[in-house]
T-cell receptor, first 116, second 112 residues
Framework: AQKITQTQPGMFVQEKEAVTLDCTYD???????LFWYKQPSSGEMIFLIY??????QNATEGRYSLNFQKARKSANLVISASQLGDSAMYFC?????????????FGAGTRLTVKP | SQTIHQWPATLVQPVGSPLSLECTVE??????LYWYRQAAGRGLQLLFY??????ISSEVPQNLSASRPQDRQFILSSKKLLLSDSGFYLC???????????FGQGTRLTVV
């Protein structure tokens, strides 16, 4: 079964505007971690932000914030004041904390294009 | 240091040839190590992960195998490559249960 779902294959946003990238997840664990990564055309994976399942506040890192809605099992990434350099693939990922194997699962990704 | 060394960066191999991709990591001891494959324009598929020396878990049946001969070394191998093995291979590590994964620069494999 798919653990991480990203329903937006591609998104466009105007420079300087905010954009929300959707992510829903599926787990029966009470303890888990959610991650967002950026992958520019170079292929490197850049860690952006982390949200723990027990964190009461939404995570923020500079222009990135995570809209965590636990009951809905969603962890959407919000990028404020988009820049041209934000154009990239974005991946949502999850690690389930109650399993011993600690594997990290990724969604299919969303390709964000920032228009000047 | 969370550096991950992955080589080569690009590789072109004929169908039926063997494969060996090596990944070595720096930093904390006993990391969890992962091999992912990414088809062009697609997401990351988890192939193997390892929680310790000699401990390998496989996620999908395929003609690839992985080994972890040392704490900080993770090797992806194949005896006979298929066209469908083409893709971008990423090695990653995590140092703790809720820490982010650090990735190598990847190997772009083209099987011809």
């Amino acid at each position: 079964a798919q653990k991480i779902t990203q329903t937006q294959p591609g998104m466009f946003v105007q420079e300087k505007e905010a954009v929300t990238l959707d992510c829903t997840y599926d787990t029966s664990d009470q303890s888990y971690g959610l991650f967002w990564y950026k992958q520019p055309s170079s292929g490197e994976m850049i860690f952006l932000i982390y949200q723990g399942s027990y964190d009461e506040q939404n995570a923020t890192e500079g222009r990135y914030s995570l809209n965590f809605q636990k009951a809905r099992k969603s962890a959407n990434l919000v990028i404020s004041a988009s820049q041209l350099g934000d154009s990239a693939m974005y991946f949502c990922a999850m690690r389930e904390g109650e399993r011993n194997n600690n594997d990290m699962r990724f969604g299919a990704g969303t390709r964000l294009t920032v228009k000047p | 240091s969370q550096t991950i060394h992955q080589w080569p960066a690009t590789l072109v191999q004929p169908v039926g040839s063997p494969l060996s991709l090596e990944c070595t990591v720096e930093g904390t001891s006993n990391p969890n190590l992962y091999w992912y494959r990414q088809a062009a324009g697609r997401g990351l598929q988890l192939l193997f992960y390892s929680v310790g020396i000699g401990q390998i878990s496989s996620e999908v049946p395929q003609n690839l195998s992985a080994s972890r001969p040392q704490d900080r070394q993770f090797i992806l191998s194949s005896k006979k490559l298929l066209l469908s093995d083409s893709g971008f291979y990423l090695c990653a590590k995590t140092a703790g249960r809720y820490t982010e994964a650090f990735f190598g620069q990847g190997t772009r494999l083209t099987v011809v």
